[in-house]
């Protein structure tokens, strides 16, 4: 089946624009992650959809950054007001559920501030 | 902060050759895993461990889950270079989400 998708793959933006970047987790996953990973680097949490409970928004590094996740399943990772600090690859996982169960990974949106 | 902490940061290592990462952290688990990340892609899960004390051997890999469940260790056997890549620990809690480590990045030169 289909894995977890990502667009756009590539994102240059200029800073101070906002950009919306979209996450397809695998159907019947009921959690969903973003990550972002800056070059060279391990991964930095974000944000956890699980379910229909309230996502869990701790990783969240400024109130530019935002989630959601419609009808749970797509996800969209929003940032405003870009910061040339924002430029990282940003990753999305799903799962069946939380904890120990495996996550599968999405390609990534590489993220370019100019 | 770092809740889960990878050593060494990088490892560059000849073909042929033993080695070990660590992951260490100062919160127990209920369960951690381990995912291999090759450039221009996302991680994949290599193992999970959930009792203290695990001892899980994948082909020339052997992950280890420390008794207390709060640290853990990958060793790899007679490497080769397509282990290259950055191996990644990541922490379920009780809550049941995941934390990730920075990641060991590996070289394996031929």
């Known amino acids: 089946g289909a894995g977890v998708s990502q667009s756009p793959s590539n994102k240059v933006t200029e800073k101070g624009k906002d950009v919306e970047l979209r996450c397809d987790p695998i159907s019947g996953h009921t959690a969903l992650y973003w990550y972002r990973q800056s070059l060279g680097q391990g991964l930095e949490f974000l944000i956890y959809?699980?379910?229909?409970?309230?996502?869990?928004k701790s990783g969240l590094p400024s109130d530019r950054f935002s989630a959601e996740r419609t009808g749970g399943s797509v996800s969209t990772l929003t940032i405003q007001r870009t910061q040339q600090e924002d430029s990282a690859v940003y990753l999305c996982?799903?799962?069946?559920?939380?904890?120990?169960?495996?996550?599968?990974f999405g390609p990534g949106t590489r993220l370019t501030v100019t | 902060t770092q809740l889960l902490k990878q050593s060494p940061q990088f490892l560059s290592i000849q073909e042929g050759e033993n080695l070990t990462v660590y992951c260490n952290s100062s919160?127990?688990?209920?369960?951690l895993q381990w995912y291999r990340q090759e450039p221009g892609e996302g991680p994949v899960l290599l193992v999970t461990?959930?009792?203290?004390?695990e001892v899980k051997k994948l082909k020339r890999l052997t992950f280890q889950f420390g008794d207390a469940r709060k640290d853990s260790s990958l060793h790899i056997t007679a490497a080769q270079t397509g282990d290259t890549g950055l191996y990644l620990c990541a922490g379920a809690n009780n809550n049941n989400d995941m934390r990730f480590g920075a990641g060991t990045r590996l070289t394996v030169k031929p």
């Open positions: 959809f699980q379910g229909n409970s309230a996502p869990d």
């Open positions: 919160s127990v688990f209920s369960s």
């Open positions: 996982a799903s799962s069946f559920t939380g904890g120990n169960y495996e996550q599968y």
């Open positions: 461990v959930v009792t203290g004390g």
